[in-house]
């Protein structure tokens, strides 16, 4: 399939103001312009209902013009995700979206079973997943699993039990898929500069790092590289502390050692780009990046349009790695915009992190809410609008040949 992916919604770049300096790139999802119940006019303003009465549309082939949802489905080791968008111009408007931590990959590492429990909270997810998008009318549908599926034993029969109990029909994609979506998802918020740059993506069961070269509607994927370590691979498979902060200290040299000996490889592949680099460029995506931007900028809650799209100093990424790594998982469940969810799992997060900033030593990182449903919605779109095109192009050909 050739992506030809519609850049996004172009913004002005600003800072934070009253938090902790950092740039934020000038890309951006486009919002909605009201909200969406059942596609009505709201009634809020005049304009609103201006923008409802003339809905953009996807010129079809035989000249009928049609309002179109397209929807991404990403089931990870730990979370349950999915968007569903319409095209708006060169960009798409998300008209709903769900999000779930599910803990698929929970004891995964230790058995190399999908456990019966994590199987009925992903399956509780999907449920509503479905349900969305029955009530959405959505007319591609792309959903896929991940590391969880692709290492468990059971995993295609659980994929088969989902699309029996939910019609979703899952597809376990190949770690190299996973890396090229999420870069075809997240890769316009990288910085402006000449040379490679590395995008990675964090997840639960595996990291993707990629080695791009900037240019065009697409980078061009010059090496990549997936290792079975993610915030809860690593997590079940280095013991936990002994309570006190020397065994904290330990378990985080234990988890960067794992980390550092699979990103070996790589680092040595991906040496002479760094060093004939004008400028070293790094973007993130994931929970872990996303949370400690959170963190960086001292927010009392998670919050999307602060953290998407912003440049962060590595050098604040490391300090926060370092002191989360350092205190207890009770102290961390403290801190704002990391609670119970992400107490357990951040540290493995930091540990990753914390290689990759070694093997990529960027003065600073970009931080993208954004990846694989993002780059799956692009890759929709643009196939769907070229099938369009080649079947408009078949009927004018029949109507010349009558």
Same mark, same amino acid.
């Given at each position: 399939?050739?992506?030809?992916?519609?850049?996004? /919604?172009?913004?002005?770049?600003?800072?934070?103001?009253?938090?902790?300096?950092?740039?934020?790139?000038?890309?951006?999802?486009k919002?909605?312009?009201?909200?969406?119940?059942?596609?009505t006019?709201?009634a809020a303003?005049?304009s +609103?209902?201006?923008?409802?009465?003339?809905?953009?549309r996807?010129?079809?082939?035989?000249?009928r013009?049609?309002?179109?949802?397209?929807?991404?489905?990403?089931l990870?080791?730990?979370?349950?995700r999915?968007?569903?968008?319409?095209?708006?111009?060169?960009?798409?408007?998300?008209?709903?979206?769900?999000?779930?931590?599910?803990r698929l990959g929970?004891?995964?590492? !230790?058995?190399?079973?999908l456990?019966d429990e994590?199987?009925?909270r992903?399956?509780?997810?999907?449920?509503?997943?479905?349900?969305?998008?029955?009530? &959405?009318?959505?007319?591609?549908?792309r959903?896929?699993?991940?590391e969880?599926? &692709?290492r +468990?034993?059971?995993?295609?029969?659980?994929?088969?039990?989902?699309?029996?109990e939910t019609g979703?029909?899952?597809?376990?994609?190949s +770690?190299?898929?996973?890396?090229?979506?999420?870069?075809?998802?997240?890769?316009? /918020?990288l910085?402006?500069?000449?040379?490679? +740059?590395?995008?990675?993506?964090?997840?639960?069961?595996?990291?993707?790092?990629?080695?791009?070269?900037?240019?065009?509607?697409?980078?061009?994927?010059l090496d990549?590289l997936?290792?079975?370590?993610?915030?809860?691979?690593?997590?079940?498979?280095v013991?936990?502390p002994?309570?006190?902060?020397?065994?904290r200290? &330990? &378990?985080y !040299?234990e988890m960067?050692?794992?980390?550092?000996?699979?990103?070996?490889?790589?680092a040595?592949?991906?040496?002479?780009?760094?060093?004939?680099a004008?400028t070293?460029?790094?973007l993130?995506?994931?929970?872990?990046?996303?949370?400690?931007?959170?963190?960086?900028?001292e927010?009392p809650?998670?919050?999307?349009?602060?953290?998407?799209g912003?440049?962060?100093?590595?050098?604040?990424?490391?300090?926060?790695?370092?002191?989360?790594?350092?205190?207890?998982?009770?102290?961390?469940?403290?801190v704002?915009?990391?609670?119970?969810?992400?107490?357990?799992?951040?540290?493995?997060?930091c540990?990753?992190?914390?290689s990759?900033?070694d093997?990529?030593?960027a003065?600073q990182?970009?931080? !993208?809410?954004?990846?694989?449903?993002e780059g799956i919605?692009?890759?929709?779109?643009?196939?769907?609008?070229?099938?369009?095109?080649?079947?408009?192009?078949?009927?004018?050909?029949?109507?010349?040949?009558?």
């Amino acid at each position: 399939m050739a992506d030809r992916p519609p850049p996004d /919604l172009t913004r002005g770049a600003g800072t934070q103001r009253g938090k902790p300096s950092g740039k934020v790139a000038d890309f951006r999802y486009k919002r909605p312009s009201q909200p969406d119940h059942n596609d009505t006019a709201s009634a809020a303003s005049p304009s +609103a209902r201006a923008r409802a009465a003339h809905p953009h549309r996807i010129h079809a082939g035989n000249g009928r013009t049609r309002r179109q949802a397209y929807a991404a489905l990403d089931l990870g080791t730990n979370n349950c995700r999915l968007l569903i968008a319409r095209p708006s111009g060169e960009n798409f408007t998300v008209i709903d979206a769900f999000s779930r931590v599910v803990r698929l990959g929970e004891d995964l590492a !230790a058995t190399g079973r999908l456990s019966d429990e994590a199987m009925e909270r992903a399956l509780a997810a999907l449920h509503i997943c479905a349900e969305k998008l029955r009530r &959405r009318n959505v007319h591609l549908a792309r959903s896929v699993a991940t590391e969880a599926c &692709r290492r +468990a034993s059971n995993g295609a029969d659980f994929i088969a039990r989902v699309r029996e109990e939910t019609g979703i029909v899952l597809d376990i994609i190949s +770690a190299q898929e996973e890396a090229r979506l999420a870069v075809l998802g997240c890769h316009i /918020l990288l910085e402006s500069g000449i040379g490679p +740059a590395v995008i990675f993506d964090i997840g639960g069961g595996s990291t993707e790092l990629v080695l791009i070269e900037p240019g065009g509607p697409v980078p061009r994927i010059l090496d990549w590289l997936s290792v079975p370590w993610g915030v809860v691979s690593l997590t079940d498979s280095v013991p936990p502390p002994d309570g006190t902060q020397q065994g904290r200290e &330990r &378990r985080y !040299a234990e988890m960067r050692r794992l980390v550092d000996e699979s990103f070996a490889p790589f680092a040595e592949r991906v040496r002479p780009a760094m060093e004939e680099a004008d400028t070293i460029r790094l973007l993130g995506t994931s929970g872990t990046v996303t949370t400690l931007a959170s963190l960086h900028l001292e927010l009392p809650q998670y919050d999307r349009q602060a953290v998407d799209g912003l440049i962060v100093p590595s050098d604040s990424m490391r300090g926060i790695c370092r002191r989360l790594s350092t205190i207890s998982e009770a102290e961390r469940r403290t801190v704002p915009c990391i609670g119970d969810d992400r107490a357990n799992l951040v540290v493995a997060g930091c540990a990753i992190l914390e290689s990759i900033m070694d093997l990529w030593p960027a003065p600073q990182l970009g931080v !993208a809410d954004r990846g694989i449903r993002e780059g799956i919605l692009r890759s929709l779109i643009a196939a769907d609008a070229q099938g369009e095109e080649g079947r408009a192009m078949l009927a004018r050909q029949r109507e010349q040949s009558l």
